[in-house]
């Protein structure tokens, strides 16, 4: 009896590897130089009209095609979806039908002969070593599962969600704030046209906005919103960091100056007291590290800063983990 317990109690633990959410669950699969990316998402209501234009919109946004220092793959992937099951075509539109929703991308410009000579080589700050000391096996086409190819299925999922999180009156902004030491983003491109001709690659910060949200989301002590969004965004390749309401930037100020006696519920807080939403904006922040793989040492195509094109799937991890509070 124990040893069936413990291997209903493995597969469920491993199952969860690539799945995120509970209610509202998407998994992830595929690879980045693979024959497609995909996910599956259980949840959304029957009768759902799904906004495709706003999917490839989404898709578009992530590609970053019109910024600067980001990777030539982009502007050869069309990232056009194929819906599998779970959805059905009615009068022109995509409508859900109440059972899980498959969809792939197709992987248009993968190549991994690009890649060839990582067979035998790591590369320091990437998942190629960990991946292979954990598994004894690894995808070296571009990193496989470690790429943010991946997050492509992101963008997918969590634009239903945010399309539905929007009809609940919940709106995500997402932007760039900071391109390593720089805030003015006026010098963003200037910034990153440099680091690319020096075939370097360099850090940023996204900063995420929520309004609409209403009090009362998330659970003391080990349930609580914030614990829930930072699991999501240090989810995503390259996040390093995250802080919400004065975060880091806080450490030097007087409590005086932030905590305002009467002022209930407090705007310091970026929207999140004691675990749970105030009901004021959210306000957070994720910090991406400078990419690991960079045209002065390796071949192949790659982001100059990987934060440009992280904004749309901060927005899309934010409607995931949002969505299942509802």
């Not at 998402?41 to 946004?61: F, N, S």
């Not at 992937?77 to 498959?102: H, M, R």
């Amino acid at each position: 009896m124990y040893a069936n317990l413990f291997v209903l109690l493995h597969v469920f633990c491993h199952a969860h590897m690539n799945s995120f959410g509970d209610k509202f669950c998407f998994t992830s699969f595929g690879e980045s130089h693979g024959a497609a990316v995909g996910g599956v998402l259980d949840g959304v209501p029957a009768g759902t009209v799904i906004d495709m234009r706003l999917v490839k919109h989404e898709l578009l946004r992530r590609s970053g095609r019109s910024q600067e220092g980001v990777s030539q793959r982009a502007t050869h992937e069309y990232d056009e979806v194929e819906w599998l099951s779970g959805v059905v075509g009615q009068n022109g539109q995509l409508v859900a039908l109440g059972t899980p929703i498959a969809f792939i991308i197709r992987n248009a410009d993968a190549r991994p002969k690009d890649y060839e000579w990582m067979r035998l080589n790591f590369r320091p700050g990437h998942a190629d070593f960990a991946y292979q000391a954990k598994y004894g096996i690894r995808d070296w086409r571009g990193g496989g599962r470690a790429s943010a190819r991946e997050t492509a299925s992101r963008v997918v999922a969590g634009t239903v969600a945010k399309q539905l999180l929007e009809e609940k009156g919940v709106h995500i902004h997402a932007e760039l704030v900071q391109v390593g030491s720089e805030q003015d983003k006026s010098r963003f491109e200037a910034l990153l046209r440099q680091v690319k001709q020096d075939g370097d690659t360099i850090g940023g910060i996204v900063a995420c906005t929520v309004t609409g949200l209403p009090a009362g989301l998330g659970e003391p002590l080990f349930d609580k919103l914030q614990a829930h969004l930072a699991y999501a965004m240090m989810s995503i390749n390259g996040c390093k960091g995250f802080d919400y309401g004065t975060g880091f930037d806080g450490v030097g100020l007087l409590g005086s100056g932030l905590w305002k006696a009467g002022v209930v519920p407090s705007p310091a807080s970026g929207g999140i007291e004691g675990g749970i939403s105030n009901g004021l904006p959210l306000v957070f922040r994720c910090v991406f590290k400078p990419a690991a793989t960079m045209a002065r040492l390796y071949r192949g195509r790659h982001d100059v800063c990987i934060a440009v094109r992280a904004v749309p799937v901060v927005e899309a991890m934010t409607a995931l983990t949002l969505h299942n509070f509802f």
